[in-house]
């Protein structure tokens, strides 16, 4: 077996399934591992947490949604000979201040900072994808997505740019180390500028609606959240109020020699047969991907890079 293993956690989530492909096409011993895999991880069972450490010398992490565990699994980490970790965490990270949104990140951050390991964390602002998959599809869906985000504009990011930058970053030891990068789109768009290019490109009448935030967890709850999972999620969009983390950065750009896509540039592409329209950016000279599946009514998948 090899002992140069690439080892990325949570193998079903929305980067790391990206980031476990890319690892896969350069190459690059992967083990990808859930509560699911053949080797299991859960955070919340430290007893197998030795197995899946076995050879691994660089490490993916997407933190749980409780701030604490990081902190034992680097200890592990370090103990099993791993000597490289890349964090997945928020846009913005140090300016988040007294807000009740992102504990979980902050303590994972602290965590890695803290270990004698060769680190890299990746802060990323809300993924463009999310206007497509939890926990945004049925308001979009039903035509009037009702969020708590009002003028204050966003920089979306493409899932695609974070897998990109993730899998170039664990591939190239060394050249990142220490270095914290502000994974942005190259502009901010308020979420009502968003859901308008989404409604245009996609030929749907889609409406925003702004909400308070006790509304919004209040109709997450009715949807089956739990009440505490809602609140996080509109502590959120009460952080974004604040304006702190609305600025860019050109980090994809300086890891990628190439610009983050931009959410402007939305275009309907491949329709027919009722299917969703796949969305790219126009006048990149791009192939686009095949439409996905998915009710002809539903809004379609964002794929901002082909």
């Not at 996080?232 to 009460?238: C, K, N, P, S």
């Amino acid at each position: 077996m090899s002992n140069d293993i690439t080892l990325v956690l949570g193998a079903t989530g929305n980067t790391v399934r990206r980031v476990t492909a890319r690892l896969r096409l350069r190459d690059t011993p992967v083990r990808a591992a859930s509560r699911s895999s053949r080797t299991p991880f859960d955070w919340s069972h430290p007893a197998g947490w030795d197995q899946v450490l076995r050879d691994v010398t660089t490490a993916y992490v997407v933190p749980p949604p409780v701030p604490g565990p990081v902190h034992d699994f680097v200890a592990r980490a370090e103990a099993a000979g791993v000597r490289r970790l890349v964090l997945l965490s928020g846009h913005g990270a140090d300016d988040w201040g007294d807000s009740a949104f992102g504990l979980d990140m902050r303590s994972a951050e602290d965590a890695v900072r803290g270990s004698a390991l060769e680190w890299t964390i990746l802060r990323a602002s809300d993924f463009a994808q999310n206007f497509d998959g939890h926990p945004f599809r049925t308001p979009p869906a039903a035509g009037e997505p009702a969020l708590p985000a009002g003028a204050v504009p966003e920089p979306f990011i493409d899932l695609e740019d974070v897998a990109d930058v993730a899998a170039a970053v664990l591939s190239e030891p060394g050249q990142h180390a220490g270095r914290v990068c502000e994974l942005t789109g190259p502009r901010g768009l308020t979420w009502a500028e968003a859901v308008e290019l989404i409604s245009r490109a996609s030929g749907l009448p889609i409406v925003y609606r702004r909400v308070c935030p006790a509304e919004y967890t209040a109709t997450l709850v009715q949807e089956g959240w739990g009440q505490s999972e809602a609140q996080h999620l509109a502590e959120m969009f009460v952080l974004l109020e604040r304006g702190t983390a609305a600025w860019t950065s050109d980090d994809v750009a300086t890891v990628l020699g190439l610009r983050a896509a931009d959410l402007r540039g939305l275009r309907p592409a491949g329709h027919g047969s009722g299917s969703p329209a796949v969305l790219s950016p126009a006048g990149l000279g791009l192939a686009c991907r095949a439409p996905g599946s998915g009710a002809p009514h539903a809004i379609p998948h964002i794929h901002i890079t082909c």
